[in-house]
């Protein structure tokens, strides 16, 4: 297969939270130069440049990106949007910058909401999708914000470096050259999906879920989120055919909060997994499978939710899942424990009973179409808790959390799902 296919398949995404600065961000640097506070208190873009750095987990020649703004309160225009493949941090490689457009437009607005979807834009540099030459390569996509933002939605916890200019610098989405994009980022701003153009038997796995699936813990720029792990082995096994598309939000719950952003309480892990479904999931493009980790920070403190609401909410979005996507595979991933955690939010035994129950219920309850079991490969059964392997962090130094798992953690977690389960049928 040469890439030129029939279907589109979401190859990346980064789920939208904010706005901007709320969130559960890691190795973020201060950007208080970079995002100035406007007269109106939000903190937002002033008539700059975004490069954006993202990893396709599926190849195709054709692209397509989705501009969101779906946590703001005003329109934003866009345009100087540009596609092209790294070289190195904010550098395009040479020759293979494409600009895109949006309804044969170089310039599009989206209003507060909403997200809009550009135009097909040919990859000049991928002749053969397949080739391994291309996994884990990376791409870079430049956008201009025309005046202020307002309120940004954004992506926290992307543990990915992007880049952008100074506020006012313009629309210098078109050069290759990283001389304009001065600051780095660890967050994903105002683009949450982008797809290829695949074969038919192509698709993708979205791991939906809170921060262990987003990452938090892993290694900045290192690629080793579970996902990460579980989408290397599968190209492993069955080449550019299958996506694994990461759609978690670090503290995010499955049933709260109610309202996002909460009137008067911001709240850092995003609107609710039931609430977020059908952005992050079912308007995605060729999802066959989900893999779907959450329910620890509806325990949380934060959360006390019961184990009633949370198993509920996980049958109202499987229901939901498969009513919109005929023929999906819901697989239900047992939560990994919390116990003994630095958090003041969590580590008690409340939530650790909370904990057991619910991965009862996803082993049992016949909701699932398979289970990935986490909590066997993470917890240790003597103490409880997390294998002491996996506890101190990798990231940054420091003797971890005991929440989230380090890389040795996530790479026992993407090793023990089985691939049969999402595999190509």
């Known amino acids: 297969m040469d890439g030129q296919g029939a279907r589109w398949v979401t190859s990346w995404a980064a789920s939208s939270q904010g706005p901007y600065p709320i969130g559960n961000s890691s190795a973020m640097p201060d950007m208080s130069r970079v995002f ?12 700059q440049t975004f490069r954006l750095i993202a990893r396709p987990t599926l190849w195709g020649r054709e692209t397509r990106i989705r501009m969101t703004n779906a946590l703001g309160t ?14 190195s941090g ?9 600009a895109i457009t949006f309804d ?50 954004w992506h926290a916890k992307a543990l990915q470096s992007s880049y952008v200019t100074w506020p006012g610098a313009g629309a210098k989405g078109h050069e290759e050259s990283e001389v304009s994009f001065p600051f780095a980022t660890a967050a994903w701003f105002f683009v949450d999906a982008l797809n290829m153009r695949a074969g038919d038997d192509a ?19 290192g690629d080793d ?24 939000i670090g503290g995010n719950q499955v049933v709260g909060p109610a309202v996002y952003p909460p009137p008067g309480n911001p709240f850092p892990g995003g609107p609710s997994a039931l609430s977020r479904l059908e952005r ?40 939901r899942m498969r009513e919109r996507l005929p023929g999906v595979r819901v697989i239900g991933a047992t939560v990994v424990s919390a116990l003994g955690a630095t958090s003041p939010a969590h580590g008690f035994k409340e939530q650790d009973d909370k904990r057991r129950q619910l991965n009862d219920f996803i082993r049992t309850s016949g909701v699932f179409d398979g289970v990935a079991d986490f909590d066997q490969v993470v917890t240790d ?37 089985d691939l049969k389960l999402v595999a190509p049928r």
């Open 104 to 153: 044969a437009k170089s310039r599009v607005t989206v209003a507060p909401g909403h997200s809009a979807w550009s135009d097909a834009v040919t990859l000049p540099f991928v002749h053969d999708a397949a080739s391994h030459e291309l996994a884990g390569r990376k791409l870079a996509v430049s956008f201009h914000v025309v005046g202020e933002s307002g309120p940004m939605t």
């Open 36 to 47: 100035p506070v406007a007269a109106d208190g939000a903190q937002g873009a002033r008539d």
């Open 280 to 319: 992050d999931v079912l308007t995605l493009s060729g999802v066959k499978a989900v893999i779907w980790l959450e329910g620890i920070n509806d325990f949380s403190r934060n959360g006390n939710a019961s184990v009633e609401a949370v198993t509920h909410g996980l049958r109202e979005g499987v229901a």
């Open 381 to 417: 059964p003597q103490t409880g808790a997390m294998r002491a392997e996996f506890v101190p962090d990798n990231t940054v130094g420091g003797p971890g959390d005991k929440l989230h798992p380090n890389r040795l953690g996530y790479l026992a977690m993407g090793a023990t799902i």
């Open 203 to 221: 698709y993708a796995v979205v791991t939906f879920g809170d921060s262990i699936t987003d990452g938090t813990g892993s290694t900045l720029n």
């Open 90 to 98: 904010a550098e395009v490689t040479a020759g293979t910058h494409r």
């Open 225 to 248: 989120r579970w996902p990460d792990v579980l989408e290397r082995r599968l190209r492993a096994a069955y080449g550019n055919r299958v996506a694994v598309v990461n759609a978690g």
């Open 74 to 87: 005003k329109p934003v225009t866009f345009d100087s949007v540009h596609v092209g493949l790294q070289h």
